[in-house]
């Protein structure tokens, strides 16, 4: 584990307040890598809105070869298990499987493609590593929500990322409609950080990863945001792909439809970002939901 006494430029989960900090680090880092995978008016709204979305970045074969080997997952046992796989509180089924790049060859190849990795390059300016892959899945009827949140301020208090310079990419592995809970981002929310009252229980992921309350922001805050902003969803055919910043306030509501939802995501965090000791917890989250291997990616074509 890296030793680095690092500043704490966003305290979070100090005492029982909430506040808001401006943003200290850039939203879009220096192309240093000399890479054209967006052009200057995608980079200047990634800028402005914290977000890109692509429809179709995935061939409809490319996922559906995806989603089958999502199911078999799903409904293994020996699968469901494993510490890394998460399950409905109630119904049992299968919420969130993590690690997904490492444990599965073809979940690890769609996460180095350069369709998702240049993208990213060229966005935090440097080489990247995943610190965190994860599967999504609402099954019908039965999907329960994601309540708001900044993926940053649970990452910066319970594993130690230093700077806000990680982007996530989700992926639909199915149809997202508007009525079967797709992602919702808060478009410019990127730009403050708020910092959440409470404290971060011992082994919180236990309990946050089935519900999350700890490190949501307070409902005064939230009501300015999209005052001030609106609500962008990202519903879309399978395939479709979803960039955004780490500190974008998101969040989904939950699937009472029989249609189901699953996206896979993959949180690329720059080789310059690495992780540190914990500012608000005990000690680190398990290494399967934030790695401390930070090997650089090299960028490579999706083949089944």
Known sequence: MDSEVVTDLYPTRKN????????????????????????KDKTN????????FFENLFTRGEIETLETELEKLAHDDHIRKQDFVITEP???????IFDIHKNNNLFQNMSSDTRIVNVVRQLLGSDVYITQSRINRKPGFEGKEFYWHSDFETWHAEDGMPRMRAVSCSINLTENYEFNGPLMVIPGSHKTYISCGGQTPDDHHKQ?????????????????????????????????????????MHGSSGNITPFPRSNVFFVYNSVYNKLVEPFSAKKPRPEYIASRESYPIIPTCLSF
């Open 208 to 248: 946050s990863l089935k519900r999350q309350e700890i490190g949501t922001p307070d409902h005064k805050n939230l009501e300015h945001m999209t005052k001030e902003n609106t609500i962008f969803s990202a519903k879309g055919p399978p395939g479709s792909a979803l960039f955004f910043d780490c500190n974008l």
């Open 45 to 52: 709204f990634f800028k402005e809105n914290g977000y890109l």
């Open 16 to 39: 029982d307040s909430f506040s808001v900090i401006q943003r200290q680090d850039p939203v879009v880092y220096e192309n240093t890598l000399q890479l054209e995978a967006l052009s």
């Open 90 to 96: 109630q119904s049992g089924e299968v919420r969130s």
